[in-house]
């Protein structure tokens, strides 16, 4: 094969990989829209809190530290070596547990019944405590995450790939980044449990019942708000895992919050309600951002994936507004 | 009656005192604690608010007069910025340092129309060095076009000289900061016969995938980066996933900090970045800040971040203008300031090694000579080496120079169009 193929096919497989880290992002937005019918604009910032609370957790700080120094006149800041990895994912989860059921108590109970827009103005304001909450919390600098995930380019594939392009050429193999790998593993993983929890549990298929209809789900008896706190904390488990891939890249800081931009144009493409359409519009978006940049960028002076991705997702609104696997809404007047 | 004896006392003794009370000499800090930024603007906000603190509490001020730090959250956010200024200048502001190009931008018509002194010490618009047209703008001790030129001048020590064929990659954020040492990489790839290759990054640069295989397609012999906030960690970690020699990847000074290298871990070690000032905690000044402002309780921060790159620069902004200020009182002989008179201290600030030993500050930066004519100041700067083993930057040399016969054209060049661009005339004659 030339070294041009083999690049094309390097650049398409990155861009399957940085999809997957796109999907991670969408399922979380995706998963509270289905189930109940809110633009969550606080999915980003969930991943942001979860994963500073994670890094947190394994580096023993003492939360909300600098607050109890300034009240207290102490000066506490670790109250040990920290827990393990496995220990801090589980207790992490736990918090993002507590939040949904804060979320639902203080939040949207009060809001049952409103136009989308309102709960959507409450999840900015949600956005916002919480982003100031995990600073005060554990503070604003950078910190480094590590789970024990695999990360830097594959030595293995580099060596494999090397021999496909002809003797003698100036061609040093194919990169894949670990990391990636982990982050596409565990989104097939995820999906998949979450495709069998909601088919095969009783919650799961409460849960799509909500997210069918609300009235005729409680008309069944099923309690709208469990299954608000259930949902909730699924996307808090969602977006821990999404922190945890971003965090591992580009360090724990408040920036990861933005991730949530990488998200739209995925859930545009891929439909609001479909999981499988987060999974598949992110791998359409990462791989055709990441050709774009390849193949376009050179000819108009680069930098130009952020935008393709939005091109897409406005192509797709032209003709299919509700997305690949989206819903089709049709309301009479 | 009562009353009105109590003050003529208090009027006689005033008069008997004789020293008017002094009113403050007030620093504003556009300061960005919060929002994705806030890891980098944490630590100068602190560095910057110490030092005044320091004054004010070991010297009693800057030549008796206490310094007020007025400080103003803008989230790295122009609109806030600009909301900022407006909301302080009235407060007797003598000095901006507006801590972004965005803001820096805004405020060069607006605060030269107020008569307010801007210090963008190391950003901002570069041929406002050129005191001729921006009267009221100051960048030194260096530019961007310096930076770009310092880490040439480093490539040519490390290769004898000759550059001639190497390749060398700008990975730059897509924006107008990103974009300002593109031109002066140009003259010196015309001069030097370097091969330059332009990689933008969108903001904010958390994905750089296609970036990075695009230079480990091309394999240049030396990466340059101008980035700022989560684009730097993940370039910094990018790199060392393709296994790019860092001791050949080299960032501006806001591509410098801990911030950048740390999430990287070991695969940081040996990144370098161009400086205008000294790196660590090893300077008498510190010594003082730990003894008169964090052990005291007065520390702006936890006084956890002293040392750091970020809180060495808010610190060094900090005494650049509290030397400035002194400098103004004795150039005006008054004690009280106004923006003018600060702007004329600005415009006299002479600072050599003698004067930085003084301040406990020993080597800690190229002197500093600014004039009527020149804003930029000495355009000197060093470059710094991360140990990632050890977690410490340390400078790998001396403070050496731009080339001048490169940077002083472009600066005139610019300068004057913006001039005619707005009718500005020269000064200085």
Known sequence: MSPDFLNFIETVLNGLMTGVMYSLVALGFVLIFKASGIFNFAQGVMALFAALTLVGLQTGQVPFAHLINAVLGTDVHHWGPGLPTVLAILVTMLVMIALAFLIEKVVLKHLVNQEPIILFMATIGLAYFLEGTGDLMWGADVKALDVGLPSGGSFWWEDVTRNWAPAGSDYFGMYIDTLDVSAAIIAVVLVVALTLFSQYTATGRALRAVADDHQAALSVGISLRSIWVIVWSIAGFVALVAGIMWGAKSGVQFSLSLIALKALPVLILGGFTSIPGAIVGGLIIGVGEKLAEAYVGPLVGGAVENWFAYMVALAFLLFRPQGLYGEKIIERI | ?429
């Open chain 2, 1 to 429: 009656m009562k009353l009105s004896k109590l003050a003529m006392v208090t009027v006689a003794a005033a008069m008997v005192g004789g020293t008017p009370a002094l009113a403050d000499l007030v620093f504003p800090s556009l300061s960005y604690r919060t929002g994705p930024y806030a890891a980098g603007g944490i630590p100068f906000a602190d560095g910057y608010a110490d030092y005044f603190t320091l004054l004010n509490e070991r010297d009693g001020g800057i030549n008796g007069v206490e310094a007020r730090v007025l400080e103003c959250e803008t989230g790295y956010n122009t609109q806030k910025g600009v909301e900022c200024y407006e909301s302080t200048k009235g407060e007797g502001s003598l000095l901006y340092q507006p801590l972004s190009t965005g803001i820096t931008y805004q405020l060069i018509p607006k605060a030269t129309a107020d008569g307010i002194p801007v210090h963008s010490m190391g950003y901002g618009r570069t041929s406002a060095a050129n005191g001729k047209i921006f009267s009221h703008v100051f960048n030194y001790p260096g530019t961007y076009w310096d930076a770009a030129s310092i880490i040439v001048n480093h490539i040519l020590d490390e290769n004898g000289g000759d550059v001639k064929g190497k390749k060398i990659a700008l990975v730059y954020h897509n924006s107008a900061y990103g974009k300002e040492p593109i031109r002066t990489l140009e003259e010196l790839a015309k001069k030097h016969g370097y091969e330059l290759t332009l990689i933008p990054v969108d903001h904010p640069g958390q994905e750089q995938k296609s970036q990075w295989l695009q230079i480990r397609r091309e394999r240049p012999d030396y990466v340059l980066m101008w980035g700022w906030g989560v684009m730097n960690q993940v370039a910094i970690k990018e790199a060392a996933n393709i296994r790019f020699p860092m001791e050949n990847f080299i960032g501006v000074w806001w591509s410098a900090s801990e911030n950048d290298v740390l999430p990287a871990g070991e695969g940081a070690n040996g990144y370098k970045a161009v400086t205008f000032h000294g790196v660590g905690s090893d300077f008498p000044v510190f010594d003082d800040i730990k003894k008169h402002v964090v052990d005291t309780g007065k520390a702006a921060g936890a006084g956890d971040q002293i040392g750091t790159v970020l809180y060495n620069r808010g610190l060094y902004a900090a005494m650049l203008a509290a030397e400035a200020a002194r400098t103004a009182q004795a150039l005006h002989n008054t004690k009280d300031l106004t923006p003018a008179q600060m702007r004329d201290g600005m415009e006299a600030l002479k600072i050599d090694a003698a004067r930085l030993e003084e301040l406990g500050l020993p080597g800690f930066g190229p002197e500093i000579n600014v004039s009527c004519e020149n804003h930029g100041g000495p355009g000197l700067g060093a470059i710094q080496q991360w140990n990632a083993s050890d977690g410490t930057w340390t400078l790998i040399n001396d403070f050496g120079p731009a080339d001048r016969a490169v940077i002083d054209p472009l600066i005139m060049e610019d300068s004057l169009a913006f001039a005619k661009e707005n009718n500005i005339p020269e000064r200085c004659n």
